[in-house]
């Protein structure tokens, strides 16, 4: 069983950044596949970013950009998305996410374990 806890969300000004945080359970969390997902409201859950166990990362382009990076401290059992340049439909719950098997990527039947999600406001 691996248990996440996602923390760092908030209300920003539109142009302003968040760091988000996710912290796992487990001795293994370094051969992870880690993604995060989020979900506006009346809106599917959607891909954000991944990171693999390689390292090798992967990105919604359409919605993100170059403005999010997603990184992680296998030391400390937590990935992380940096958040720049935060757009009003940026708004949303923003979930964590874990594949044991590694894989990793952008859908989201590969995720095995979930966090509760952090809010992040965006406004204009």
């Known amino acids: 069983q691996v248990q996440l806890v996602e923390s760092g969300g908030g209300l920003v000004q539109a142009g302003g950044s968040l760091r988000l945080s996710c912290a796992a359970s487990?001795?293994?969390?370094?051969?992870?596949?880690m993604g995060w997902f989020r979900q506006a409201p009346g809106k599917e859950r959607e891909f954000v970013a991944g990171?693999?166990?390689?390292?090798?990362?992967?990105y919604n382009v359409d919605s993100v950009k170059g403005r999010f990076t997603i990184s992680r401290d296998n030391a400390k059992n937590t990935v992380y998305l940096q958040m720049n340049s935060l757009k009003p439909e940026d708004t949303a719950v923003y979930y964590c996410a874990a594949d044991t098997a590694g894989a990793g990527g952008s859908y989201r039947g590969l995720y095995e374990y979930w966090g509760q999600g952090t809010q992040v406001t965006v406004s204009s």
């Open positions: 990171i693999r166990r390689s390292g090798g990362s992967s």
């Open positions: 487990g001795r293994t969390f370094g051969s992870y596949a």
